[in-house]
């Protein structure tokens, strides 16, 4: 399915003027940034999400379950 930008566009490919008006005011809409595209799995929070190592888990879900995945802490406080 075609968008509105790519209609419009091709409608105004007889007219020149207004077709290089229309690119240069008229931005494709893309898609958001990916900031809010990446959610924990556990709980669907957006905000600090942990991707590293492919955890993909929010800062309060690492938390409870870090210890089952087997991150454990060496040294005194342990
Ligand atoms: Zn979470």
Known sequence: METAFER???NLKGKPAKYNRFLKFS???TQPHDARTRK???CNRAEAHISVHG???CRE???EVAYDLGFRKYGKEA
Do not use: A, P, Q
Request: aromatic letters at 14%; glycine letters at 6%; proline letters at 0%.
């Open 40 to 42: 924990c799995v556990r």
């Open 27 to 29: 931005k494709h809409k």
């Open 61 to 63: 879900c690492f938390r």
């Open 8 to 10: 419009i566009g091709k």
């Open 55 to 57: 955890l993909n888990y």
